[in-house]
């Protein structure tokens, strides 16, 4: 999974102009630690204190890859907004393989999101569609 959001990031910034990329560093609780002002997340909190998700905010006429930092034993799970079905701009990286009786705990590690013009990513040669 992380090779390949890796092989994407590397090969939609052959194809962007740097200037249109729009990166932001995050830690484990969504705090921007650096990046462009325009590349944020909301937290979204549960009745549970242990899990929260995140979701990158809009900007018109981009999409965005995530990743985590620390991609070691962690896994990418989608959430949803009350009675909706799984979306998968909503995100919280839990724990391989370690559930608890209350489900899996968030684990807290920093993650990075790149975001691109959707006309970059439509462009001829893209992975994407094909």
Same mark, same amino acid.
């Given at each position: 999974?992380?090779?390949?959001?890796?092989?994407?990031?590397?090969?939609v910034n052959r194809?962007?102009?740097?200037a249109a990329i729009?990166?932001?560093?995050?830690?484990?609780?969504?705090?921007?630690?650096?990046?462009?002002?325009?590349?944020?997340?909301?937290?979204?909190?549960? !009745? $549970?204190? #242990?899990?929260?998700?995140?979701?990158?905010?809009? /900007?018109?006429?981009?999409?965005?890859?995530?990743? =985590?930092?620390?991609?070691?034993?962690?896994?990418?799970?989608?959430?949803?907004?009350?009675?909706?079905?799984?979306?998968?701009?909503?995100?919280?990286?839990?724990?391989?393989?370690?559930?608890?009786?209350?489900?899996?705990? !968030? $684990?807290? #590690?920093?993650?990075?999101?790149?975001?691109?013009? /959707?006309?970059?990513?439509?462009?001829?040669?893209? =992975?994407?569609?094909?």
């Amino acid at each position: 999974m992380i090779s390949d959001v890796l092989a994407l990031v590397d090969f939609v910034n052959r194809l962007a102009d740097q200037a249109a990329i729009k990166v932001a560093y995050f830690d484990g609780d969504g705090t921007k630690i650096s990046g462009d002002p325009d590349v944020n997340v909301d937290v979204i909190s549960t !009745n $549970v204190s #242990t899990t929260w998700y995140f979701k990158v905010q809009t /900007v018109a006429g981009y999409e965005f890859l995530r990743y =985590p930092i620390h991609p070691e034993g962690v896994i990418e799970q989608n959430g949803k907004l009350t009675d909706q079905t799984y979306d998968a701009s909503i995100f919280r990286y839990i724990p391989a393989g370690r559930m608890s009786a209350t489900g899996f705990a !968030n $684990v807290r #590690t920093p993650f990075v999101i790149h975001g691109y013009p /959707v006309s970059v990513l439509l462009r001829s040669g893209s =992975p994407v569609g094909s």
